[in-house]
């Protein structure tokens, strides 16, 4: 409670109150207190002594109040998404407050409140001689002395562990009888003097506005009369705030939201409540707060409540009430708000802090709109559900996360979970499911760090693959296969990403370590939505770690980002109730992987998205793509994942429980393994409208280089192992229809085009010509004397042309076709030339 300067009247009346009631305890203690005191042992001697000793000083602590998430709208103001309370309470100041509802508490609760001192020592006397006599405790307490009892009353529900605990102490506070309770009240009456001295008359009584109860959780006149009128307490009629007031003596009877209430419900005009305002407006005129023309027009008035429910907890948050779970989850886990997970829970309900999320409402209800139009929330083909998340790049913000289930902790049934498909399990997620491919994004990343370049070519055909790498349990021997039984081939790693091949996957793998893609997975974000180690087995490259849509939607967004990962935060920042910020989780973020190495895996995901696998889900906006489709062993799982420069988006659509082949079911009135494209276009044209993308960096020109390799020379080996040899080496084999001749056995590798050691693209295809068996190497016989020349042909078996330019005894050869060193048939003819 702020500490504003004490009037003169107020200084006085608290030293009048004390003097007064020190000669008050010398009177009515001895007089009436003492038989009260008598059965535990204190003598009437002894009663000012107790009273003197009574520590005089209560301090003031901050109020139980709710909370509230916060998101953003389009106009970038805040939206309200949840509130989260024990008691639902939002502390006012002195000129948020109606004068009706200060006049009507001090004319009903304490009309001598601005000429006493903390203690109004005429209802104590009335008060006390009723209790003497063996009465309940109750009556005679003054304002300050009620907040007194309030704020030791909120000190027992704050200082406890739990809520129940906390209303056990209250409870035992509150009803303490007899000589417990004299000294209860002996201790309200020391401290309300003490608190007389230290704030004005106005700070007390906005105090007790702010503390006390109104019915059920409703706290403060702030929350009353949002909750039982729809307005604000500065708004409040007269008739709104003598009808609150009322409600003090007894709030839990007199509260208006029970219309089915049999002593106070609407069928008799919730008569008691009535009774009460009654009272209260007959104070006020009696004390000169209204008018008699304002009291007649009130006391005809029904009590007509205008019950507005707060939104208390995630679900009615609607759509976005996952991401509200995720908020609440990231306070539990969240050591910035206490040592424990109780304490920051409690923190939330109770601390009265303004938190201001980091989702996007349009982005939001783009997602929520592009999911649900398309999947049931429950089918009886199978508990199918879709969900996903976009994340900011470069800052790891958390813009959107929707589902295709309603939130509930209470409703069961195939179309509602409390279960967060986006997240992993710490963060009230699942255990995850299979990435499929969209996992390959490590591969290629490593095979970019290791300096290789995404047109190099790989050996991706159906083949048995042995990968290998350097920590436990990595490795193994797996023969491969494609989605839809895809051929493989000798192919371009760019090829391999655009037409998401297994075997070109498993083809990189082969010169990589099992363990260091793991590693480049973990620190672009990826872990396994159970919390336990990524797996290294050997198809683990392809996806079969069970993971959550939020972290591979960070692991894209660290790529659209220059190769910067930011961990995900959902709080952009939180105020406290005195207007101050309190330090949120902050996202961390590094350089995952270098800026070149990034710029190059985007070129290659572009192909995805432009001609590739997840050409269908562009939507073509003029935005540039990056992206990679996933599909898990018999279609259980589909993923698509991307980003734009401005927002990264992975969506899941698959099985929740059960084992239903997506291609054979319809979603959305698409096969169901098809589903996924048309959501994920709704969600990025929308998104790429609201958050324009840029340009992805160039590629390092290094790592886009075309490879050369010199070819094997397999001239005279059998066509597999020549083959086996120039695929080995990274090229393709074709095979030349028919024979020629050659010196080297029949059916054998006479040559190739290109030849033995002339260097060619890698990946490129080598022909092979096969010889015949039949025949001979033709001499070269160039600069030869013709006459030796035409000799040396015709021994080796050959016809011998001469041509009339070597007449001349001083003729030399100069021109031989076939050439010197071809093979040819015996027999064929060879023309020698002198000119």
């Known amino acids: 409670m702020p500490h504003q300067k004490r009037t003169a009247r107020g200084v006085f009346g608290g030293l009048l109150g004390f003097v007064g009631l020190s000669v008050a305890a010398g009177i009515l203690v001895t007089a009436a207190v003492t038989p009260a005191l008598a059965v535990t042992g204190i003598g009437a001697t002894n009663t000012i002594k107790v009273f003197d000793s009574l520590p005089e000083f209560l301090e003031i602590t901050d109020l139980m109040e709710k909370s509230t998430v916060y998101a953003t709208n389009s106009e970038g103001n805040p939206v309200e998404l949840a509130q989260f309370y024990d008691q639902n309470r939002q502390e006012v100041q002195w000129d948020q407050i109606s004068q009706f509802f200060k006049d009507a508490t001090v004319a009903k609760e304490d009309n001598r409140y601005y000429e006493h001192g903390g203690v109004d020592v005429i209802g104590t006397t009335r008060a006390v001689v009723s209790n003497a006599l063996g009465q309940n405790v109750q009556g005679g307490s003054s304002i300050t002395q009620q907040y007194v009892k309030n704020t030791l009353v909120q000190r027992c529900v704050t200082d406890a562990a739990t809520l129940e605990e906390g209303e056990e102490c209250a409870t035992a506070y509150t009803t303490a009888n007899g000589s417990e309770g004299m000294a209860r009240k002996l201790k ?10 230290k704030y004005s008359k106005d700070d007390i009584l906005r105090g007790y506005l702010n503390i006390a109860s109104f019915g059920g959780v409703t706290y403060g006149v702030e929350s009353a009369s949002q909750y039982y009128f729809g307005v604000s307490a500065k708004d409040a009629t007269l008739v709104q705030a003598a009808t609150i007031v009322s409600m003090v003596t007894n709030p839990n009877i007199l509260r208006i939201d029970r219309p089915d209430s049999e002593s106070n419900g609407s069928a008799n005009g919730y008569e008691l409540t009535k ?5 209260t407006l007959r104070a006020m005129l009696t004390y000169g707060k209204i008018t008699q023309e304002q009291y007649d027009e009130a006391i005809a008035t029904p009590v007509e409540p205008k019950i507005t429910q707060p939104r208390s907890g995630c679900a009615p948050s609607g759509g976005a009430a996952y991401f509200c779970d995720y908020v609440i989850n990231v306070i539990r886990n969240s050591e910035a708000f206490g040592d424990s997970a109780e304490e920051r829970l409690n923190l ?30 429950a089918s009886e083909r199978g508990d199918i559900a879709a969900a996903s998340t976009v994340v ?17 902790n209470t409703e069961t049934g195939p179309g509602y979970t409390s279960v967060n498909f986006n997240t992993t399990k ?45 920590c436990e349990g990595a490795g193994g021997t797996y023969k491969f296969n494609n989605s839809g039984n895809a051929r493989g081939s000798n192919l371009s790693v760019m090829s391999a990403t655009a037409r998401s091949l297994n075997t070109g996957f498993a083809a990189m793998a082969e010169k990589l370590d099992l363990c260091e893609i793991r590693d480049v997975a973990k620190s672009l974000g990826m872990e396994r939505a159970d919390g336990t180690e990524l797996q290294v087995n050997t198809t683990s490259i392809i996806g079969t770690n069970e993971v959550a849509p939020i972290d591979v939607a960070g692991s894209y967004a660290a790529i659209a980002a220059n190769g910067v990962y930011c961990t995900p935060i959902a709080i952009d920042r939180i105020v406290g109730p005195d207007g101050d910020e309190i330090a949120a989780p902050e996202s961390t973020c590094n350089q995952a992987i270098p800026e070149n190495v990034a710029a190059t895996t985007a070129y290659a995901l572009k192909g995805v998205m432009s001609g590739g696998t997840g050409a269908q889900g562009n939507p073509y906006d003029g935005t540039q793509l990056i992206g990679k489709t996933g599909t898990t062993d018999n279609r259980l799982h589909t993923w698509l994942a991307g980003a734009s420069t401005t927002a990264a988006t992975a969506l899941w659509v698959g099985n929740v429980s059960g084992k239903v082949d997506l291609a054979n079911i319809s979603i959305g009135g698409v096969a169901g393994n098809s589903a996924r494209f048309p959501i994920w276009k709704d969600i990025m044209r929308a998104t790429d409208d609201i958050r324009p993308g840029g340009t992805f960096p160039a590629p390092d020109p290094n790592l886009t280089r075309v490879v050369t390799r010199a070819v094997p020379d397999v ?28 010196s080297v056995g029949a059916g054998l590798v006479a040559r190739t085009d290109p030849g033995g050691g002339a260097r060619a693209n890698y990946g490129s295809t080598i022909s092979l010509y096969i010889s015949s068996g039949q025949g001979s190497e033709i001499p070269d016989v160039m600069g030869d004397v013709p006459a030796d020349a035409q000799a040396e042909l015709e021994d080796a078996g050959f016809a011998v042309v001469v041509d009339g330019s070597c007449q001349p005894p001083e003729a030399r050869v100069n021109s031989q076709s076939p050439g010197g060193g071809t093979d040819a048939n015996r027999g064929d003819t060879v023309t020698i030339g002198c000119g």
């Open 188 to 197: 309200e009456m020391r401290y309300a003097i003490g608190l007389e001295k």
């Open 348 to 377: 939330l309900k109770r601390g009265g802090l303004d938190i201001y999320t980091t989702l996007d409402l349009d982005i939001q209800q783009a997602s929520e709109q592009a999911i649900l139009s398309r999947v049931p929330k």
């Open 426 to 470: 710490a963060y009230g997620g699942s255990t995850g499911f299979q990435s499929g491919s969209t996992y390959k994004l490590f591969t290629l990343v490593d095979w970019l760090l290791n300096g290789h370049s995404v047109n190099e070519t790989v050996r991706g055909t159906l083949r048995n693959y042995t990968l290998t790498g350097s």
């Open 275 to 279: 009774k009460g305002r009654d009272i």
């Open 392 to 408: 900011e790049p470069g800052t790891g913000r958390v813009l959107a996360m929707a589902q295709s289930k309603d939130f509930s």
């Open 715 to 742: 001239s005279g080996l059998s066509v597999e192992a020549a083959t086996s040899q120039l695929e080995g080496a990274g090229f393709s084999v074709s095979v030349v229809d028919g024979e020629v001749a050659s």
